[in-house]
């Protein structure tokens, strides 16, 4: 009985080989964690279902450069975290969104808008909390607490210090309790 690497390595080989039964295999193995990946990073189904097409798109055309030193499930992670966090900050740049959106975003839920707030927040979960985070604090907390990446990966990954993933794993902790706290 192979190995999963050699498992892995033969499944890459059929897929270089243009065997798509391969990667319909590939595909059906992985979709559903890569899926889970991008929605619980950007925040709604649409965009996600969106770049798992493009993830497996990069990965058919990145095969070759899989060599087998990690699993085929961890190089597929990894490129689709890149990727997601790719289309992140490719969308807050366009946006103009920073991490201190949340403080003013916090600041805004009180008075009159909390009541607003109140009837939205009681009928989301935390799928859609996580959606009304911004997307350096999402993509912190996902990698992080979701995930189980430490500080210091995912400060790697979004190019940003290990003190600032601290700090925006915070703020969302702090902005996800507020939004299901206030949920009746």
């Not at 009159?112 to 350096?136: F, K, M, N, Q, W």
Request: net charge negative; glycine share 8%.
């Amino acid at each position: 009985m192979p190995t999963s690497k050699e498992a892995d390595l033969a499944l890459v080989a059929r897929c270089r080989g243009g065997d798509l039964g391969a990667f319909e295999q590939l595909y059906k193995a992985h979709a559903g964690r890569l899926y889970s990946l991008a929605y619980r990073m950007v925040g709604n189904a649409t965009d996600a279902e969106d770049l798992l097409q493009e993830i497996f798109l990069s990965a058919h055309r990145k095969l070759e450069s899989f060599r087998g030193d990690a699993a085929l499930g961890t190089w597929l992670y990894r490129l689709a975290t890149n990727h997601v966090l790719d289309y992140v900050r490719s969308r807050a740049a366009r946006m103009g969104q920073l991490t201190d959106a949340l403080d003013e975003t916090a600041l805004a839920v009180g008075g009159t808008t909390h009541r607003l707030a109140d009837s939205a927040v009681a009928r989301i979960d935390l799928e859609r909390a996580l959606g009304e985070l911004p997307d350096g604090c999402r993509a912190a907390f996902v990698l992080h607490d979701v995930e189980g990446l430490e500080h210091k990966e995912v400060a790697e990954l979004l190019g940003i210090a290990e003190g600032t993933s601290k700090s925006q794993v915070h703020k969302a902790r702090m902005r996800l309790r507020k939004l299901l706290s206030d949920t009746p």
